[in-house]
């Protein structure tokens, strides 16, 4: 069964560092996800890309964050300088056109910033 | 804005007692809600959606307007329901097709 697939899984930077993950979508899903996941929290949108254009970034620190998902299908989420509040789960997911609008999730990318 | 509260972090109940995880909404309109739930080292995957009104895993979700709850229940609990459950609301804006706002989730253990 098809899966979204996230890399790394886990990632430990010091503050102000780069830092970038990676998302592969299920083939065929034009809509793609960001999330972050604070400890104890739901999962808060960052980002949703329609094919390679921006739905919603309203939520995305635009001073340090950044997304792109050049030829619309998979997507990296990058962080620059990274922070101490950063640290949490990014998940992607993405959904196809089914009706149902079922988000799939990746399994994230645990990130630590220290 | 729309918002989702899961009034109960943790809730802990005996393998075979009924189980119920509220959820409560505000939301302009007529809302589609889910439940999403995470198993230990899995995804976050859908449990069920309120449209369909179908019964997964023995669990079921009403909506209820009046109340603006959308609870989900499972008459006699198992060991392996023991999982983070979230609720989730589409967004409403017009902005983002079916953005999802999220709960803080609920943590159900079912002891044996």
């Known amino acids: 069964e098809a899966e979204v697939a996230q890399s790394p899984r886990y990632k430990i930077t010091e503050k102000s560092q780069a830092v970038a993950f990676w998302c592969d979508p299920i083939?065929?899903?034009?809509?793609l996800y960001w999330y972050r996941q604070i400890l104890g929290q739901g999962p808060e949108l960052l980002v949703q890309?329609?094919?390679?254009?921006?739905?919603?970034d309203s939520q995305l620190p635009k001073d340090r964050f950044s997304a792109e998902r050049l030829k619309g299908v998979d997507s990296t989420l990058k962080i620059q300088p990274a922070e101490l509040g950063d640290s949490a789960m990014y998940l992607c997911?993405?959904?196809?056109?089914?009706?149902?609008?079922?988000?799939?999730f990746g399994p994230g990318t645990r990130l630590t910033v220290t | 804005a729309q918002r989702v509260t899961q009034p109960e972090k943790l809730l802990s109940v005996f393998k075979g007692a009924p189980v119920e995880l509220k959820c409560n909404y505000s939301?302009?309109?007529?809302?589609?809600l889910f439940w999403y739930v995470q198993y230990s080292r899995q995804r976050l995957q859908l449990l069920l959606r309120?449209?369909s009104r179908e019964s997964i895993k023995g669990f079921t979700a009403d909506l209820n307007k009046g109340e603006t709850s959308f609870h989900l229940k499972k008459p006699f609990a198992q060991e392996e329901d023991s999982a983070m459950y979230y609720c989730?609301?589409?967004?409403?804006?017009?902005?983002?097709?079916?953005?999802?706002?999220f709960g803080k989730g609920t943590l159900l253990t079912v002891n044996p």
């Open positions: 939301y302009s309109g007529s809302p589609e």
């Open positions: 997911a993405s959904s196809g056109q089914d009706g149902w609008h079922e988000q799939y």
């Open positions: 083939s065929g899903h034009a809509t």
């Open positions: 989730a609301l589409p967004d409403n804006s017009g902005v983002s097709n079916y953005k999802l706002t």
């Open positions: 890309f329609q094919d390679e254009s921006v739905v919603d």
């Open positions: 309120h449209i």
